[in-house]
């Protein structure tokens, strides 16, 4: 019932900037999260960082600094900037939805972040 849309990767060298966005969709009610996972060649998925619908944040500690989330929470739209782009965050990122009180996650089809020189 939430459709998400992923949009803002490509290719950037190292150092660059890249914004992702991802709109959601459809029937939304109650407390919720969205965010962005990430997964490498290689690797594991691996959480980046969330925002709730109260603009609470998150972010695994390695990130916290050159990654930023926000929200537009009328366009009920997640961005992620990502800055000091470095190699190693070359990955697949995920945008992903979820209910606090609910069972219901939803996932993005994934857009590919490449940073290479």
């Known amino acids: 019932q939430v459709q998400l849309v992923e949009s803002g990767g490509g290719m950037v060298q190292p150092g660059g900037s890249l914004r992702l966005s991802c709109a959601a969709s459809?029937?939304?009610?109650?407390?919720?999260?969205m965010g962005w996972y990430r997964q490498g060649p290689g690797k594991q998925r691996e959480l980046v960082a969330t925002?709730?619908?109260?603009?609470?944040?998150t972010y695994t500690d390695s990130l916290k600094g050159r990654f930023t989330i926000t929200a537009d929470n009328a366009k009920k739209t997640v961005y992620l900037q990502m800055d000091s782009l470095r190699p190693g965050d070359t990955a697949v990122y995920f945008c992903?939805?979820?209910?606090?009180?609910?069972?219901?996650?939803?996932w993005g089809q994934g857009i590919q972040v490449t940073v290479s020189s």
């Open positions: 992903n939805f979820r209910y606090y009180y609910l069972a219901d996650e939803y």
């Open positions: 459809g029937s939304i009610f109650g407390s919720y999260a």
């Open positions: 925002i709730s619908s109260r603009n609470i944040t």
